[in-house]
């Protein structure tokens, strides 16, 4: 049974930083694209970042690019995400996603075959 555990959220201020895990089990964590994805209320999931199986390409949002960083460390079947200079905009629900589709098409939701229960990040001004 594939599992993704998000932990890492949390509520600060304008300005602080984050760092997200996802912990994955019962997959080949190391074969699979790995994505972030947030959920603001009352709107869409929408793409935050991905990265490729052996960390060769990474994707972001033009929104948090230059902001967060997307890694992932294969021998602990973790993916991270370090965010900085966070905005209440970026305030929402964050999810981990895998897939083994091609990481081109990384950013649309549909790629993805497994997705976490999702931690919540709050960010006030």
């Known amino acids: 049974q594939v599992q993704l555990v998000e932990t890492g959220g949390g509520a600060v201020q304008a300005g602080g930083s984050l760092t997200l895990s996802c912990a994955a089990s019962?997959?080949?964590?190391?074969?699979?694209?790995m994505g972030w994805f947030r959920q603001a209320p009352g709107k869409e999931r929408e793409f935050v970042a991905a990265?490729?199986?052996?960390?060769?390409?990474?994707y972001y949002s033009p929104s948090v690019k230059g902001r967060f960083t997307i890694s992932r460390d294969n021998a602990k079947n973790t993916l991270y995400l370090q965010m900085n200079s966070l905005k209440p905009e970026d305030t929402g629900v964050f999810y981990c996603a895998a897939t083994r589709r091609p990481i081109m098409i990384a950013r649309t939701i549909e790629t993805y075959d497994y997705w976490g229960q999702g931690t919540q990040v709050t960010v006030s001004s």
């Open positions: 019962g997959l080949t964590f190391s074969t699979y694209h």
């Open positions: 990265i490729s199986w052996a960390s060769g390409s990474t």
